[in-house]
């Protein structure tokens, strides 16, 4: 009787072991399904879209908007090229896309065959002068560098409100010009090739975007995905999993915002 129990117990553990086994794989295989198809989530390192997205916003980004290309799927496999169920993005979407070995984030301002400059900081699209207001300034960890001590009071840094001609509105900040022989707020005009975009970031001066060459057009094949929620987010960057933090550096205001 005990050998015939002992044996029941070993299948008992043998199919438990193998039941864990296959909801575990079936779980890896939902979640690479929902991150490659559905929704991915990212991080903001970087002040670059400020004050739309700061430092320390976690969000959504969906991976169905514009279709899908081999940077939709982990490591970027060249399994295919070009797009599959692809569809043009809008003017004024905030758009995840490739470059080199990183994820970038920006706002998409050219589409293909526009022609775009930046003229004593205001920005023109075919020759018009996009419309810009003055808006209450930022208040805030300060955007124009990308190191500042944790012990750095508040700075107030000029910001608008730009509305493009789709009628989309958002805000830029105005940042001191940087210092280099390039001046982002003067710039020649661009004129978007075909299957490419033009992307620029919020804060202005402290965006490295298509102005400049390193970046330049973005190919439609490297676009990710279209940035839509701030799900969580952390004051200066805070690593999230550093939850005994969490009481005084949740940003609770911005949890569920939707970017616009």
Same mark, same amino acid.
């Given at each position: ?6 044996? +029941?117990?070993?299948? +008992?553990?043998?199919? @438990? ?13 939902? /979640?690479?399904?929902?991150?490659? #198809?559905?929704?991915?989530? $990212? *991080? ?9 997205? #700061? ?7 969906? +991976? ?15 399994? $295919? ?5 692809? *569809? ?34 205001? #920005? ?18 300060? %955007? ?8 750095? %009071? ?12 789709? @009628? ?24 978007? %090739? /075909? ?16 102005? $400049? ?48």
């Amino acid at each position: 009787m005990s050998a015939a129990r002992n044996n +029941k117990s070993k299948s +008992k553990k043998k199919g @438990g072991t193998y039941e864990l086994v296959v909801s575990l794989v079936e779980a890896l295989i939902i /979640a690479v399904v929902i991150r490659t #198809l559905l929704f991915q989530p $990212f *991080s903001i390192p970087s002040g670059s879209m400020e004050s739309t997205l #700061l430092i320390g916003d976690y969000l959504f980004v969906t +991976k169905y908007s514009y279709g899908y290309s081999r940077y939709s799927i982990p490591f970027a496999p060249p399994v $295919f090229s070009g797009r599959i169920f692809g *569809s043009t993005p809008e003017r004024g979407d905030v758009i995840v896309f490739r470059h080199g070995d990183l994820d970038f984030i920006k706002r998409l301002i050219g589409l293909p065959g526009d022609r775009i400059q930046v003229k004593q900081g205001a #920005l023109y699209i075919n020759g018009t002068e996009i419309k810009r207001e003055a808006t209450d300034d930022f208040v805030g960890e300060d %955007p124009c560098h990308s190191y500042v001590p944790a012990w750095s %009071p508040p700075v107030r840094v000029k910001r608008w409100r730009e509305t493009l001609p789709n @009628g989309r509105s958002y805000t830029t900040l105005e940042c001191p010009p940087r210092s280099d022989a390039f001046d982002p707020n003067n710039t020649d005009v661009y004129t978007v %090739p /075909a299957g490419h975009y033009f992307m620029m970031g919020d804060n202005r001066n402290n965006s490295e975007d298509s102005r $400049f060459p390193d970046v330049s057009y973005v190919a439609s094949d490297l676009l990710i995905g279209h940035a839509r929620i701030i799900f969580f987010s952390l004051e200066g960057g805070e690593p999230a999993w550093h939850i005994w933090n969490w009481p005084w550096s949740i940003r609770w205001s911005r949890l569920f915002s939707i970017i616009r």
